[in-house]
């Protein structure tokens, strides 16, 4: 068995993950195992650099993942080698309880994913289900391929059930990799979009222009009217969450999609006498992958534009950093050779 290089969290505190060798895996029965192309840095993953979001230790990070099949366990085709995919993030539930009966696998409550309960993407290889394994379409980039995974959340959160019509005003707060996916999934329900972010979010900001949106700082939040039929907050921040709840107008949609990663003041006094409709969405399920993939075949929604820069793995303490700091829209990790 052979070894490969890993971002492993392995102890509590920001200091607690380093690029470790590990072996490399092999795949047990009904398993794929990827070569990793490229895994996307995901707020999540911030979240569990800072003891935010709940792990088993010691396990490989990263959940936004493509890359190509290389190897498959029992029972698993061997034409699926040489599939260029990006996966679901499950790697177990029970199969039995309410949630998975009825398809929604990711509120099971014995689910385990990979980056955070078994071995995930920051890696040259990881193992998951073969069921996991979604076709990159032909028009996206070798990298852009791991954006299918925040894509089909944010189809959880927007398009199970739709919340936006043709017409309809949308804001969404947060210029990040989700909030500018969340604005193309809008815009495909037929809104008109606004991105609003703040100061320091120009670069991003100016994405959201290119990919045909009005963009908008935060200092100017008077300068929206009328109040917006439906608003998604992307951000994660507190302050984020309260211009959002500002924002959408008597009876309109709030739609909760960025994780705080800790309890947040809320004004719960707006959603009742406003009457909003207040709704959200935890990862994904295969009906919202189904419902990504279509939009990306659609030309919907564009995944390119979206990849900031691509670093190598053992620059990795760097590229945290940056996603820290807002720096490029999404931030990815390319294994080392």
Not at 57 to 85: F, S
Not at 242 to 249: D, F, Q, Y
Request: negative net charge; charged residues 20%; proline residues 6%.
């Amino acid at each position: 068995m052979g070894v490969m290089r890993a971002l492993v969290k392995d102890h509590r505190g920001q200091s607690g993950a380093t690029v470790q060798d590990v072996p490399i895996p092999n795949p047990g029965p009904g398993q794929i195992r990827l070569k990793v192309s490229a895994t996307g840095i995901c707020g999540t993953d911030l979240h569990i650099m800072d003891d935010e979001y709940p792990v088993s230790l010691p396990v490989v990070v990263g959940h936004e993942v493509t890359g190509v099949v290389d190897a498959v366990g029992d029972a698993v085709a061997a034409e699926n080698i040489g599939r260029r995919v990006s996966i679901e993030t499950y790697y177990a539930t029970c199969g039995s309880c309410q949630y998975c009966r009825e398809g929604q696998q990711n509120l099971c409550a014995d689910r385990r994913s990979i980056g955070t309960h078994v071995n995930g993407g920051f890696a040259e290889y990881v193992v998951v289900p073969a069921i996991n394994a979604h076709d990159v379409h032909p028009s996206v980039g070798r990298y852009a391929g791991a954006l299918y995974e925040p894509l089909s959340c944010v189809a959880h959160a927007l398009c199970d059930p739709s919340v936006a019509s043709p017409g309809d005003n949308a804001v969404v707060v947060g210029p990040g990799a989700m909030g500018l996916l969340a604005a193309q999934v809008l815009a495909a329900e037929g809104a008109s979009v606004t991105v609003a972010g703040l100061a320091t979010d120009r670069a991003r900001l100016l994405t959201a222009e290119q990919l045909g949106f009005r963009a908008l700082e935060v200092p100017a939040l008077g300068e929206v009217s009328p109040r917006a039929d439906v608003v998604v907050d992307c951000s994660g921040a507190a302050a984020g969450v309260a211009t959002a709840l500002r924002w959408a107008r008597r009876g309109g949609r709030y739609v909760q999609i960025g994780l705080c990663g800790k309890a947040v003041p809320v004004d719960l006094d707006l959603v009742c006498l406003h009457e909003l409709i207040v709704t959200s969405g935890f990862a994904s399920t295969p009906r919202s992958w189904r419902r990504a993939e279509m939009l990306v075949a659609a030309g919907l929604v564009r995944l390119g534009p979206l990849v900031s820069d691509v670093l190598p793995l053992s620059n990795w303490d760097k590229a945290v950093s940056r996603a820290r700091a807002g720096d490029g829209v999404k931030l990815m990790l390319e294994p080392s050779p």
